[in-house]
């Protein structure tokens, strides 16, 4: 799976749009999706390997960098929800309920001031996080371009979907 990932990834990587094209064409979001919800579904005992997670997130952030057609169709398959939930998830396995009371004490804000190494990190995090600034960042290219008001859109218009995602 990592091989073909890598495959997908360099081809992406050039930043042709056929091959963005044959991507969708091929049906790489939703056979990919499939592997994020495996994720989401098993939280912290996947059975796909982390890096595969991470070559997923990195194929998936070049299918849609520039390509509106994918961008948008990303948005209007709710696949964004899925990110956030698999986000959340991460985050709040890494920072505890527990630790967010702690850290509203000024010792502790002051203790990690302090500290050179920064904050953990979660490698899945991260790339879910490039992932979605990704998308969202294109998405608020395309949408500058629309010149229309958020009241004169359809129901199934960009956006409409991208404030609904938001919300």
């Known amino acids: 799976m990592e091989r073909s990932l890598g495959e997908i990834t360099r081809s992406l990587d050039k ?28 939280r912290q005992s996947c059975v796909i390997p982390l890096k595969s997670v ?5 194929t998936w952030k070049l299918a849609c960098k520039g390509h509106r057609q994918n961008t948008e169709f990303v948005l209007k398959s709710n696949y964004i929800t899925l990110f956030v939930d698999i986000l959340l998830d991460r985050l709040s396995w890494l920072i505890p309920d527990e630790q967010v009371v702690k850290r509203e004490s000024t010792e502790e804000i002051n203790e990690f001031g302090e500290n ?13 996080m490039n992932l979605l ?6 998405l608020t290219f395309y949408l500058r371009d629309d010149k229309k008001s958020i009241d004169q859109c359809e129901v199934n218009d960009v956006k409409v979907r991208a404030q609904d995602q938001v919300n």
């Open 15 to 42: 930043n042709e749009v056929k091959d963005k094209h044959a991507f969708f064409a091929m049906k790489g979001f939703p056979n990919l999706a499939r592997l994020f919800g495996l994720l989401a579904d098993q």
């Open 54 to 58: 991470i070559s997923s997130s990195v």
């Open 116 to 128: 050179d190494n920064g904050p953990d990190v979660d490698p899945v995090a991260k790339a879910i």
């Open 133 to 138: 600034s990704t998308v969202l960042d294109d």
